[in-house]
């Protein structure tokens, strides 16, 4: 902590009056298009105007610079404060924002990276899967890159019942990815009933910790406590447990079942707009985002193709997933950015021939298919790698639904699952005529 400085009482002030912009531009705009999560925008708020206004570094007028940090918003729903908050940086104008969920808007009720949308990486709001892309973007920029830029994933509580988020956590502290902070706004309640441990943050923290991550409980509505946690350095990934109301500044709504993906009736949403227009104070100081260290290299990925064609003898024989394994080791020497992800299964693959070629430029996943699929698409994200991701192929099925944001997403990675046959037989014995 020795290199925290405390924010002025100016700059608080401006951050709280960001957070209330942020809330009354998310009511407007959901209102507006009659569909959204204005109470899961609002308790995030001064979550979001912490990062895009103290902590991190990025060029607002570029949001896809190599250099800048990343973002992930897996709790997607909360799409609005997303958008209001680069509204607020000036990327996108107000008429933009109050097109949302309209036919031919580029601002869609869950953030996909198209047109309008650079400064989304990858789709997200099929719940459980940002923190494992964020796991791909912090492996990449430590391992890869080796550049300064960090990774920040805001995820909702809710999803923390997927086992897919624990699937990253686990990752994430094995490769100790001291670059990843992930902020979970832990409001209390989800859909339908209340998140199974509510606001019991102690257990949060332990289960992070057992993970292996530094964990910070905060209230994630002081702008001064998420400040101070923000700027902590530590050697493992971290990860801000922030205590928020779901609802925060609708006195209707705070902290109350039944107003999940509801937008406020007009005229509610007027008296609250005025209520939090009379809470954004006078401050004479703006906010500009730090400017990022322009230490990531440049990648070209336009050429990345095989030298020649393979030199097989006619009559020879060799299985397709050796000859996979081959075709991507000699790929791998021509382009020091194509990368190799398989899920303990490199021996069957054949991937482990790229393994033992280029050791640096092969992840190692292990049995989590979910989270592989996910680490993939974060890797591949602003065209920074060629990846290839390969297991049995039955083993994907189970990570169907991170195929289908991965798609969404364009996310341009390649799967490769072997022993796709008829039937594969992991024991000598035969069953039993009586059954099992």
């Not at 290199?3 to 507006?32: G, M």
């Not at 979550?47 to 897996?74: A, C, G, H, Q, W």
């Not at 390969?390 to 072997?418: H, K, V, W």
């Amino acid at each position: 902590m020795e290199d925290y400085h405390k924010p002025d009482q100016q700059t608080v002030q401006a951050l709280r009056n960001i957070a209330n912009r942020l809330r009354i531009n998310c009511i407007k705009a959901t209102t507006a298009a009659g569909s959204g999560y204005p109470t899961s925008c609002c308790s995030v708020a001064e979550i979001m105007s912490v990062l895009y206004f103290n902590t991190m570094k990025y060029r607002p007028e570029d949001p896809k610079n190599i250099n800048n940090d990343r973002f992930v918003l897996s709790k997607g729903h909360a799409a609005p404060a997303l958008y209001s908050m680069w509204m607020e940086t000036g990327f996108l104008k107000e008429s933009e924002l109050f097109s949302l969920c309209q036919v031919e808007t580029s601002l869609e009720g869950h953030p996909t990276p198209f047109q309008k949308q650079q400064f989304v990486d990858v789709a997200t709001g099929s719940l459980g899967q940002g923190l494992g892309v964020a796991c791909g973007m912090a492996y990449t920029g430590k391992y890869f890159d080796k550049s300064s830029y960090r990774v920040f994933c805001l995820l909702g509580d809710g999803e923390m019942s997927e086992g897919s988020v624990w699937e990253a956590m686990a990752f994430a502290s094995y490769y100790q990815l001291d670059n990843l902070v992930a902020i979970l706004d832990i409001n209390r309640l989800g859909q339908s009933d209340a998140a199974p441990l509510q606001h019991h943050l102690d257990k949060y923290q332990r289960r992070c910790e057992a993970f292996g991550w530094h964990a910070i409980v905060v209230d994630g509505h002081s702008v001064e406590e998420l400040c101070k946690a923000l700027s902590q350095a530590r050697h493992q990934p971290t990860a801000i447990i922030a205590k928020t109301t779901k609802g925060k500044g609708i006195p209707a709504a705070e902290d109350k079942m039944g107003w999940h993906g509801k937008p406020l009736p007009k005229d509610m949403a007027d008296g609250v707009v005025k209520d939090l227009q009379a809470r954004i104070t006078s401050s004479s100081k703006r906010l500009y985002p730090a400017t990022p260290v322009e230490d990531a290299p440049p990648v070209s990925l336009r050429n990345v193709r095989m030298p020649s064609a393979p030199s097989y003898k006619p009559g020879e024989k060799i299985s397709t997933r050796k000859a996979y394994g081959m075709a991507l080791a000699k790929l791998g020497r021509y382009n020091e950015r194509v990368v190799v992800l398989d899920g303990d299964t490199n021996n069957f693959t054949y991937s482990e021939i790229f393994k033992n070629e280029h050791p640096n430029r092969f992840v190692e996943c292990y049995i989590a298919q979910q989270n592989m699929v996910s680490v993939a698409t974060g890797c591949a994200a602003r065209d920074r790698n060629v990846v290839y991701a390969s297991t049995l192929a039955s083993f994907f099925t189970r990570a169907y639904d991170q195929l289908r944001m991965a798609a969404i997403s364009e996310s341009n990675i390649i799967l490769c699952g072997s022993h796709c046959g008829l039937s594969i037989v992991f024991s000598s014995s035969p069953p039993s005529p009586r059954g099992p």
